[in-house]
Structure formats: C-alpha cells, structure tokens
C-alpha cells in the first residue's frame, strides 16, 4: 500500500467509541489501569479487561501488548507504555519503539484499522509537538510497508492537539488532511 493522506485520519474525541480492529492505550506500566485516556480505556471496557491485563504480568516502556477489547466497540486494545518526558534523547527513541511496536502487532494481525492517542502527552508530560513528529512519522513509514493496514486514526483530547497533528500532516503532504467525526 502506498502512503496517502487518506491513510490517517484526525479526531478530536474519545478513543473508547470507535469501531476500530484495534485502540491503542497510553498505558503505565502495570497494565491495571490508571488516569487520562488509561483509566477511560479500563473503564469502558468493562472489568474482563482488567483481568486480561493481569495475566500478562506488565510492560516495559516502549513495547506493547494486545488483549481483546470485550465492552469497548474496537476488537482489541494495544497496551504501549510510553516514557516519561525527561528531555534525555532517550524519550524519542522510546516513544517510538511504542508507535512501532503497537503499529507492528496490527500489521502482524492484519489489521485494516487503528487508533492511537497522543502517547505520553498527558501526565507523562510528552511536548506535544515533539510527540507528534516522532508519532507521525512512524505511522507514515509503517503504512507504507502493510497491505493490511487502511486507516490510522490519531485520536486527541483537544483542540489545540487536534491542531498540532493537523498542521504536521499539512506540512507532509500537498492534500489536505481528512478530518473524521465520531
């Protein structure tokens, strides 16, 4: 598949009501459960979720792991851990072992749609503009390398990321983006 503008998508919204093969969660490292989009995530998928998430005995910062999405209306959830932002060179390359690490288990299970939040930019304190260009341009490389793969939706809490993301993408391609509705 080649890359397009088409291929990603921009939501302002909740992550929790999307029809998606896969959500992806912002997650801490226990995988039970927390704040922001975590706690909302855990929440609306109901306590099977939790349960899940307890076999599989945490993860690391930068990696992911996938469970079913039971009450949610995506069919499964990625669990990444993002890093606390620290201005260390080694926050980018963490933050986007978890884009490519989510982004390689939907193509591994020939997933056709995916929907990430901005990763460690709520507590764990992630400058949203730098999140943006390493979470952009590790989908966008992704993308070009699955069949399987027709639609990353990048789902942001506000306006003002709604925006950041909006303009990066204008500035990756000569199309405009596509803006989605819930």
Request: hydrophobic share 35%.
């Amino acid at each position: 598949m080649t890359y397009s503008p088409k291929n990603i998508t921009l939501l302002q919204g909740d992550i929790t009501t999307l029809a998606v093969d896969a959500i992806v969660n912002a997650a801490n490292a226990s995988l039970l459960g927390g704040g922001g989009v975590d706690g909302a995530i855990h929440r609306a998928a109901g306590p099977d979720l939790l349960a899940e998430c307890r076999t599989l005995n945490r993860c690391p910062t930068g990696e992911a792991r996938l469970t079913r999405g039971y009450n949610l209306p995506a069919r499964y959830v990625i669990h990444t851990v993002g890093p606390i932002y620290s201005g260390k060179p080694s926050d980018a390359r963490l933050l986007r072992r978890c884009y490519e690490n989510s982004i390689q288990i939907a193509i591994d299970k020939q997933f056709e749609t995916i929907a990430f939040p901005a990763i460690s930019c709520g507590v764990y304190g992630y400058p949203i503009e730098e999140a943006a260009t390493i979470a952009i341009d590790t989908i966008t490389h992704h993308i070009e390398k699955s069949d399987s793969l027709k639609r990353v939706t990048f789902v942001l809490f506000s306006q003002r990321d709604f925006d950041i993301y909006s303009d990066m993408l204008k500035a990756r391609s000569e199309s405009p983006v596509t803006k989605g509705s819930e």
